[in-house]
């Protein structure tokens, strides 16, 4: 399993929002042909690998009486907060204290204090150039683990399970192509989160807002009553917006703006905002805010301001409250393998929240990595191989 996932976050896979090709970066079509050999390599049928960078397979059931078919998801893509090109993971035993990752840049115990709890732990880290990818290549090199070893120990009963295998989820565009009916599950989950023990079934509720601002440009010598600057009028956006509601003062439920990029001049600026909250009520407030903030600076400015706002991915608990047994064999399972349940809200979101929206009920599961999207990614293998038993266990626990 480390062996492969080690070869897996060598392939760059970074996804690009920019683009409007299927998938957005030919990587991902790379990694979705490796997988995909690997999965026949070890015994999966069913093996599809679709143009768009999708890879579905099938462990066929070895007993006879019907049980729910359960999915098990994962995406091929990394973040593009950081480059994924020419990662070198780095593998060791944790003596404690800081890892320094390079010359220039150092994991303090200051900065994370969870590495106290990781002393003594074989650890996969980066090199300090790029982010590691565990997010998410760690879930397909785990759920793979997991088929392999029921493949190879036929002796454990269980019913059918399905694994696919999405592009561009960093994007928010992983479940665009993702074929509900072919998967044909009554429940899955992804394996996409982080620290050992995670199992989530809320997410924020998500927009995107893009933002163009139209100035006036003039000689600065004679711009007095004639130049707009929409820089200025930028600036003035962003300052009219909560100051308490930013990604680095909120946690748990509290949602945020984020000014995720501002480009441009004085004749004319681009801005992209994210918008988040768990509650839908609160949800659509902030949408409602950043309109009517629009509005008022247009009727100031003369309408020079283009708002594009859409709305990327929705709160999956409303589709899982229905069906919380999903949750309850996960926990179970968990107890069992003496792992600790984390329930908590995503701060963000997973295939699993639109695929739950498409049908596809969807809870996530932890992969064992911590610090996502940039230099500092890490995963103890030892969460890793737990990760891989605790599939392994709730598929057998699924036939009780």
Known sequence: ??????????????????????????????????????????????????????????????????????????????SPDMSGKGVKPRQFTYKGGDIKLNENYTMTEEEFPFLKDLVGKELITTDGNT??????????????????????????KHG?????????????????????????????????????GELEYENFNAASAKIEI???NVHPGTAKNVMVNSLRIGMELESML?????????????GFFLLNEMRGNVDCT?????????????????KELIQNIVGFLNLKYGNR??????????????KIEPHMEIVELVKNSMDELGIEPLIQPIR???????????????????TGGYNFHGRFELIPVESMRLASKLIVRIIENNIK
């Open 214 to 216: 139209s100035g006036q």
């Open 242 to 254: 909560p100051v308490n509601e930013k990604p680095e003062y909120t946690e748990d439920y509290e």
């Open 305 to 318: 301001i283009d708002l594009e706002l859409k709305d990327t991915y929705y709160n999956m608990r409303e």
């Open 270 to 286: 681009e801005m992209s905002y994210i918008i988040r909250d768990h509650s839908m009520e609160k949800f659509k407030a902030k």
């Open 131 to 156: 982010l590691l990818g565990a997010d998410n290549k760690a879930g397909i090199a785990e759920i793979l683990d997991a088929m392999e070893y029921l493949i190879n120990n036929p002796d454990i």
């Open 1 to 78: 399993m480390v062996e492969r996932f080690k070869r897996y976050v060598k392939v760059e896979t970074t996804s690009d929002g920019k683009s409007d090709s299927i998938p957005s970066t030919k990587g991902q079509l790379q990694l979705a042909k490796i997988v995909a050999e690997d999965m026949r390599a070890i015994g999966l049928t069913d093996v599809v690998e679709d143009e768009k960078g999708y890879v579905y397979g099938t462990l066929k059931s070895n007993i006879d009486k019907k049980v729910p078919t359960i999915g098990f998801i994962s995406h091929l893509d990394t």
């Open 160 to 196: 059918e399970v399905r694994v696919g295998f999405t592009p561009d989820e960093e994007i928010g565009r992983g479940a665009d192509f993702f074929d509900v009916e072919y998967f044909n599950c009554d429940f899955a989950y992804t394996i996409d989160g982080g620290p050992l």
């Open 348 to 366: 963000g979101g997973t295939d699993g929240a639109r695929l739950s929206y498409m049908g596809l009920p969807t809870p996530n599961i932890f």
